[in-house]
């Protein structure tokens, strides 16, 4: 049985969460065509379909080695639960039972998929992703997901389309976070048409080869490891198409400080700290930060010819 993941840390699943969450999960099972064996083992459920994902061979290790997740879940930055790391308790208040992801704007036809619709259409593989906080510390993590390139192709996005953009859940009740009125919810983030079609981009499902904690952004977020954190937005509800460039949670906020490009720059501090190194998580050491994060070799072509549009380099 696929038990073997659960740290003895980690809140039971019976107590965090509800019957009919429990009962969602095994349907998106029985979608996979597993729901009867997940019927007989009832806790196995949560490690499959996410357990058996093939490992994407480019990303099988990041060079670095993986944070344990001990560590990564219970250091969450997730401002709808509160604006400090200690998101783990507060976070289970989360409900993603009957979530759904509505994808509108300029596509051919706009679709509403449930996690088992996603699941069922778009595969899940595993790839082992380093993450850069713009705060300068960093991780490794073994997402679950797949490719935000095979969303965008099954979205059949309009000529016109030049941003995507992505949404996040807004319900002060659940969250209480969202009772701070002086921030602009819901949290939004967005890439370029470009930057969406690049294989890089993941839509996160699982991580550590189970259905994605709470606290990561359950039950999908997105992970951009070249960009500084801020723009891997959790707990998506809307993925949009739009010709205008949408302002983030962030950048609304502190244009100067967090804008819309955020590739990784150890060159570009800034403007309250320095770039050029980063804290890991697990061992507090500081290493050097790399250009892009390391990922140079798949996406700095989507930045050749950009200088003017960078303009002061700032976030290049
Ligand atoms: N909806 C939402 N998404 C979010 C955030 C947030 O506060 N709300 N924080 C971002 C930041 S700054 C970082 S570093 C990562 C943190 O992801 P983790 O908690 O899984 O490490 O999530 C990003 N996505
Ligand atoms: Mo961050």
């Avoid at 459920?45 to 480019?58: E, G, I, V």
């Avoid at 219970?74 to 759904?100: C, M, R, V």
């Avoid at 965008?152 to 659940?174: C, G, H, I, Q």
């Avoid at 976070?177 to 993941?202: C, K, M």
Wanted: aromatic share 12%.
């Amino acid at each position: 049985m696929n038990v073997i993941r659960k740290p003895s840390w980690f809140i039971p699943e019976r107590e965090a969460t509800s019957e009919a969450a429990f009962m969602n999960r095994r349907s998106l099972l029985a979608a996979m065509g597993l729901g009867a064996v997940a019927a007989s083992t009832p806790r196995a459920y949560a490690a499959a379909p996410f357990a058996d994902a093939a490992t994407h061979p480019n990303y099988r290790d990041a060079g670095r080695k993986i944070t344990p997740e001990t560590i990564n879940a219970t250091y969450n930055n997730f401002y709808e639960f509160g604006s400090h790391k200690q998101i783990l308790q507060e976070a289970q208040s989360l409900k993603t039972d009957g979530w759904t992801v509505t994808l509108d704007g300029l596509v051919e036809q706009e679709m509403k998929l449930s996690t088992d619709d996603l699941i069922a259409k778009m595969g899940l593989e595993e790839r082992v992703y380093r993450h850069r906080c713009v705060e300068a510390w960093s991780m490794v993590v073994p997402w679950v997901g797949f490719s935000l390139s095979k969303l965008v192709a099954l979205a059949s996005p309009l000529s016109n389309a030049k941003y995507v953009r992505f949404e996040t859940f807004l319900d002060d009740e659940m969250a209480r976070g969202q009772r701070q009125h002086w921030y602009p919810w819901p949290y939004v983030e967005s890439v370029t048409i470009e930057e969406a079609s690049n294989d890089l981009p993941f839509m996160v499902m699982g991580a550590y080869g189970q259905v994605l904690h709470k606290q990561f952004g359950a039950p999908i977020r997105l992970h951009l490891p070249w960009k500084y954190g801020f723009k891997s937005i959790k707990s998506i509800t809307r993925i949009s198409f739009v010709e205008e460039r949408p302002k983030g949670f962030w950048e609304e906020l502190q244009a100067k400080e967090y804008g819309f490009w955020a590739n990784v720059n150890p060159e570009v501090d800034h403007p309250r700290w320095a770039q050029a190194t980063e804290r890991d998580l697990e061992t507090g050491e500081r290493i050097p930060t790399q250009l892009f994060n390391g990922y140079g070799a798949e996406v700095a072509s989507l930045y050749t010819g950009k200088d003017e549009e960078f303009g002061d380099r700032l976030w290049r």
